[in-house]
């Protein structure tokens, strides 16, 4: 069965790092498209960034240069290094999985059960 599980949020001072990891179980990572999204209270889920197969990214333009996605498929581990956080970054965010790119929303087969993000001071 598949599986997907984050760790690594927590709280974080503006300006701060994490780093998520999402642990994949049931299925290898190698032809997939992986992704992180995150949602905050009242708003619509939103793609922070992806990679395919092949090592092709896309980033949210508020993220850019400032998250990095990667992927260890030997390990079946994603992670998502966040760097100079906000507090209108404060989310639970998720990791993702498609066998499609672009990576939409709607095209995500597996979805982890998100861990929480707060920036605050």
């Known amino acids: 069965q598949a599986q997907l599980v984050e760790s690594g949020g927590g709280l974080v001072q503006p300006g701060g790092s994490l780093r998520l990891s999402c642990a994949v179980s049931?299925?290898?990572?190698?032809?997939?498209?992986i992704g992180w999204f995150r949602q905050a209270p009242g708003k619509e889920r939103e793609i922070v960034a992806g990679?395919?197969?092949?090592?092709?990214?896309y980033y949210s333009d508020s993220v850019k240069g400032r998250f990095t996605i990667s992927r260890d498929n030997d390990k079946y581990t994603i992670f998502l290094q966040m760097n100079n956080l906000k507090p209108e970054e404060t989310a639970v965010y998720y990791c993702a999985v498609s066998n499609r790119w672009p990576l939409l929303k709607s095209s995500v087969g597996f979805w982890g059960q998100g861990t929480q993000v707060t920036v605050s001071s």
């Open positions: 990679t395919t197969s092949g090592g092709t990214t």
């Open positions: 049931g299925f290898t990572l190698d032809y997939y498209a």
